[in-house]
């Protein structure tokens, strides 16, 4: 009995002054490693208290650089003599990191093809969002950076200097983001346009609205392109909402994108003769002779369209005086679908099949011209 407390006792010792001795043994080590740490918070600090009097006095692009020298400068310290993407562990454009309490679903993503303008809106992210989890990454696409902070999150807004797609891809906390151009994406481009928006109506009629039929239209249009799932085919919209592009920026839509064809759509008004009604189309007369005309584009449609709805043709018109028509390299056409001022065209014109029958006979317009070469 006594042999088997003494036998115990000494097991406890042996175990006992291993365990000590050992942790005298990994105790430098260990502090090396609380040292490390400490030296790793204060650097962290550091950069830190950099970004914040940067963030002060830089602008958002100059300061998407210097965050991203920084970590760079950072990763060199840390990794040796490797290459910068290497350090960094990216290789696309830009990575934005998400504060510590958010998923990817707090950010809803814009982009807006006509102002150039892309919003990440995170749910969640406070004014030092940009100081404590900066962008980083190069872009030569990029003219301006903001951040604003507001009630429920922060807007990272990008001001872009043409239209991108954005090629996304989330890894955890982070997004890495790349710029693909339209024609990259799409072997042919096309430009919708619905006439006025917001506060310039255009014409109104018995309370309606011409830019209230011309967006219906538009909107019918965009569900046949939708519908069509043609991935050759890109269709870009100068506006799906009640507002009101400037006339450059619609052109200019057409025009960064290097644009097949431009649609616009607009309603006619004739204001002392009730009786006059039936469709129009505008084209740009000063690139008549041109190989890929506006005036063949616009017979395509004016035949496509008059045939489909039934409604007179009242051919085709001179139409250089005109912002939009001249302005777009593309072939360009301007469809006046029809008289609101007279009460039949009218009725037809806010009616939901008829504006889908019309948005049809607009989309095998385009498609015969895109076919015959455009
Ligand atoms: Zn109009």
Known sequence: MEEKIVRGVTLFLV????????????????????????AKQMQLRQERKEREEMWATLSGLEFLNFSTEQAYATADAQNGEETEEQTLGFSQQLRLELPKNCSKDDVTIYNNYVTRRIAF?????????PIRYPL?????????????????GGTLELEMEHVYELSLD???????IDFVAPQELYDKLVVIDAGHGAKMPGAIVSNVMEKDIDLAIVTELKKIFDQSEDETLGVYYTRLDDSDPAFEDRAGLA???????FVSIHNNAFPNLQSVNGTAVLYDEKRE??????????????????????????????????????STKAP???????????????????????????????YDGIMQALEEGY
């Open 15 to 38: 175990i006992f002054s291993v365990g000590v001795c050992s942790g005298l043994f990994y105790l430098p080590m260990l502090e090396v490693k609380a040292q490390q740490y400490a």
């Open 121 to 129: 809106e995170i749910k969640g992210a406070e004014e030092d969002y």
């Open 136 to 152: 980083l990454g190069k872009s030569d696409h990029i003219s301006e950076l903001n951040y604003y902070a507001g009630k429920d």
């Open 170 to 176: 989330w890894q955890e906390q982070y997004l890495y």
């Open 255 to 261: 025009n960064d994108i290097d644009a097949n064809l």
């Open 289 to 326: 002779n041109e190989g890929n005309s506006s005036k063949h584009f616009a017979h395509i449609l004016l035949k496509q369209i008059t045939e489909s709805l039934g409604t007179k043709n009242r051919g085709l018109m001179a139409g250089n005086d005109i912002y939009v028509v001249r």
């Open 332 to 362: 360009s056409a301007l469809v006046e679908v029809g008289f609101m001022t007279n009460p039949k065209e009218l009725a037809n014109l806010t009616d939901q099949n008829y504006q889908k029958k019309c948005a049809r006979a607009i």
